[in-house]
């Protein structure tokens, strides 16, 4: 018998919104039902702790810096649903969702609504499953039942295995430089959302919790008998208010995610070419002479790169870091170090910190106005460790804060010649939790909102930046963050240790990252602390790295050195053929970059969330998908030169893009890996775009096109549409961008393509190329025409 100690009564619908309140005190239960597959709820105690939202900005570009009302569900579609209300519960349908309120407690069952069935994906355990009139102490909680048959992705940046099924994280941002990518946790992110998918039913939903404190997520690490199998949430502070996004494929999850917490930003086509960067050049007491020889060095070992990341000891006075200082002994002309970089089609992106140490010039200034995050009990400082000195962290919740950052982005950068902005060491380590910040007026705990820091730090960063040139699209990057900042910056994995496990983990890392919403993202290739990586352990890493949207080369060695192209002779033929190969595939990358923005799709993808039907894409493995057509199975182990490779189930087939042998899906095969090239598998039917250009390093800005086409083996059809616009400035969002159509389709005697453009923006190219495969010997018309047979295989058109 189970006692009715907290029962709750229905007390109105109105807009969406059903409202419950418990017959014994002033706890509130609001029910949002905002789209056909999102259902909220929302418990408040007295009052809402944080009236506003930050993370919740459906299919926004960006949302004002003081949040939006945490209540507003304008944006929503709100559609039509029906209810009913009983003694017992409260039962709530949309034509994709039933929930079922039992009004004792509140706990709710949850059903798919599929093929004219009902189908249970998700039950709140039926003791205790919330902090209901603090019953289990301080915080909130969530309970739910846990099926012995689920399994749990996403959390964000998580060590360890894709699926987090038995393990308990800590979600709270923290500094681990050189962290273990197997076990460390926690990390730099804070995303409390994962999806869960019952492996009999094969249905997946999310779950969200819009809260910023620091929290538990125990996914079946712990074990009550008086509970039975269970996993929780925990938040230390704040509301408990979370979202149900009903799948039922984690396709839908995943992007409803994306689109629910905003749009990822469309960066400029330079931001996915190969990045420069390493502690050491501004370590050293000639920093602007080791930069120029950085780029005298791609020249002569002729690397293609697009940018470099100035790492902050471009700021230091002695042997700390200034942040918006400029030290003129290692850099005594950065607007001329700027020019040098721009003449050669590189583009700088200068590292910055949100704190500022005691002794800094300018502490004085943010002291006397409360700029910084303010003590407990008095308008002072709170003072925090920041890397070797204590410091005080900006408060970008003060506006006057905000706008002076802006300005220092602004007149110390920008104006320098500068062209993006690196946030980084953004973790706010505060560990007063009644430290206190200005929250726009409306003053507030630290503790509520770490992770809304950052997020505000690469806002003010991102408007700098955008009010600087209008035209010109920002890049940004980030350490930091939370749900949202995708909106703003492209992000990485941090400061990883050099080991040959950080290649295998970070790869599962990413996983977890895409799965919640964060496309833009990549790893520091080489590893950044520790030793430096071993000539293979390097190409390896390189032969990883190339097939993730941000593609940098960064190190923080022990032994002093820096993770170059260069750097081991004996490799630098290898680590030169790959990073041409990253320049050829830019336009299929890119083209996966607009998508993430148009349409909320991930660039990076686990092999399951293609082929969800196949269940052995479901064991663990070091294999990735970038996009839907390239299979990526990197090597992480010495000394091995095979790669044993599962092929998901497919009609299509694959092909070995590096050998053009085409393989059955369904199966495991292995195949060579050699240090010359990635193992690569293509998808059966696909068409890759990419720059058919003779690529140098003086050359790399030269764009031609071609399409790289693997037909199916039987009959088939493909349709790909190549998104083309200048790669740099705003003209985009005014209409001028063209797009290719391209169709496919083949049978056993013939491949017939037809290819299409229309837009308003001039493509650089008027002639383009196909490629197929060796041994390809069926008729091939294009527009109509037929083409003959050569010994390249070789065709090309006008558009």
């Known amino acids: 018998m189970i006692l009715k100690e907290y029962s709750f009564s229905f007390i109105k619908e109105e807009n969406n919104v059903l409202d419950f309140k418990l017959d014994t005190d002033n706890t509130m239960v609001k029910v949002f039902v905002l789209e056909e597959d999102i259902i909220r709820v929302l418990f408040i105690e007295n009052e809402l702790k944080l009236d506003r939202t930050w993370l919740i900005a459906p299919g926004m570009d960006d949302i004002e810096k003081e949040g939006r009302d945490r ?72 309970y739910l039942e846990r099926n012995l048959d689920e399994e749990y992705f996403g959390l964000g940046e998580k060590s360890g295995e894709t699926n987090r099924y038995g393990k308990r994280y800590r979600m709270m941002s923290v500094d681990p430089m050189g962290y273990d990518a197997q076990f460390t946790d926690p990390l730099y992110k804070h995303i409390p959302f994962y999806i869960t998918r019952n492996k009999n039913t094969n249905v997946f939903f999310g779950l969200f919790y819009d809260n910023l404190s620091t929290s538990i997520f125990d996914m079946g690490n712990e074990l009550d008998n008086y509970h039975g199998y269970y996993r929780y949430y925990n938040g230390e502070e704040g509301d408990l208010d979370y979202y149900i996004i009903l799948g039922p494929n984690i396709k839908n999850v995943t992007e409803k995610f994306s689109w629910l917490t905003g749009k990822t930003m469309f960066m400029p086509k330079w931001s996915i070419g190969y990045s420069g960067s390493t502690m050491s050049y501004t370590d050293a007491p000639d920093a602007q002479n080791q930069l120029q020889k950085f780029i005298k060095d791609c020249k002569e070992h002729d690397i293609p790169c697009d940018s470099f990341q100035l790492s902050s000891g471009y700021t230091s006075i002695e042997d700390k870091r200034y942040v918006f200082n400029w030290n003129y002994d290692k850099v005594p002309t950065p607007k001329e170090l700027s020019k040098k970089f721009h003449d050669n089609g590189l583009k700088i992106c200068a590292n910055i910190k949100p704190a500022l140490l005691v002794d800094h010039p300018m502490f004085d200034e943010l002291e006397r106005e409360n700029m910084f995050v303010l003590k407990k009990d008095e308008d002072k400082p709170e003072i925090a460790q920041f890397w070797d000195e204590l410091g005080s962290y900006v408060d970008f919740t003060n506006p006057k804060a905000y706008d002076w950052w802006k300005k220092q982005v602004t007149e110390k950068l920008l104006k320098y010649g500068i062209d993006s902005t690196w946030n980084d060491n953004n973790e706010y380590e505060i560990w007063d939790k009644k430290a206190r910040a200005n929250g726009f007026g409306k003053e507030i705990n630290i503790s509520q909102i770490r992770p809304l820091q950052p997020l505000l730090m690469m806002k003010a960063s991102y408007e700098a930046q955008s009010e600087y040139a209008p035209n010109i699209r920002p890049y940004l990057i980030s350490r930091s963050g939370c749900p949202g900042m995708q909106r703003y910056v492209q992000t990485w994995s941090g400061d990883n240790r050099t080991s040959w496990k950080s290649i295998k983990y970070n790869i599962k890392m990413g996983i977890g990252l895409s799965l919640s919403g964060v496309y833009n993202i990549g790893h520091d290739v080489g590893g950044f602390a520790g030793p430096a990586p071993e000539p293979e352990m390097f190409v390896r890493w390189v032969q990883n790295g190339i097939f993730h949207p941000r593609f940098t080369i960064h190190s923080w060695n022990d032994d002093g050195t820096a993770n170059e192209p260069w750097m081991y002779p004996e490799v630098t033929k290898y680590i030169r053929k790959l990073i041409k190969f990253r320049t050829k595939i830019t336009p299929y990358i890119y083209n996966l970059l607009y998508r993430a923005n148009k349409h909320y799709e991930p660039i990076i993808r686990p092999t399951f969330y293609e082929f969800e039907e196949d269940n052995n894409t479901f064991e663990e493995n070091d294999d990735f998908m970038l996009g839907d057509s390239m299979l990526i199975a990197s090597v992480t182990q010495k000394e091995k030169y095979e790669r044993e490779v599962y092929l998901p189930k497919t009609d299509e087939g694959w092909y070995d893009f590096n050998t053009e042998k085409w393989y059955e899906g369904g199966q495991r095969i292995t195949i060579p890996s050699p240090l010359d090239y990635t193992p690569l598998l293509i998808k059966g039917g696909s068409i890759i775009a990419i720059n058919d250009a003779d690529i140098t390093f003086e050359t790399k800005d030269k764009d031609e096109r071609g399409f790289i086409l693997f037909p199916h083996k039987g009959q088939g059809e493909k349709t790909y549409t190549l998104y083309e616009d200048d790669g740099i400035t705003m003209d985009y969002k005014k209409g001028i961008y063209t797009n290719i159509h391209i169709n496919m389709k083949s049978n056993k005697e013939s491949i017939d393509m037809t290819i299409s453009k229309d837009g308003k923006y001039k493509l650089p190219y008027n002639e383009v190329r196909f490629y197929l495969p060796n041994g390809e010997n069926r008729r091939l018309t294009i527009n109509g025409e037929i083409f003959k047979k050569n010994k390249d295989n070789i065709h090309s058109i006008n558009i």
């Open 71 to 142: 209540l507003d569900i304008s944006p929503f579609s709100l559609p039509k649903f029906e209810y009913c209300i009983t003694d017992e519960a409260c039962i709530v349908e949309t034509s994709k969702i039933k929930v079922v309120f039992d009004l004792n407690g509140m706990k709710a069952s949850w059903y798919a609504k599929l093929d004219n069935s009902e189908i249970l994906f998700a039950k709140d355990r039926k003791t205790q499953a919330y902090n209901i009139s603090n019953s289990l102490g301080d915080g909130v909680y969530h």
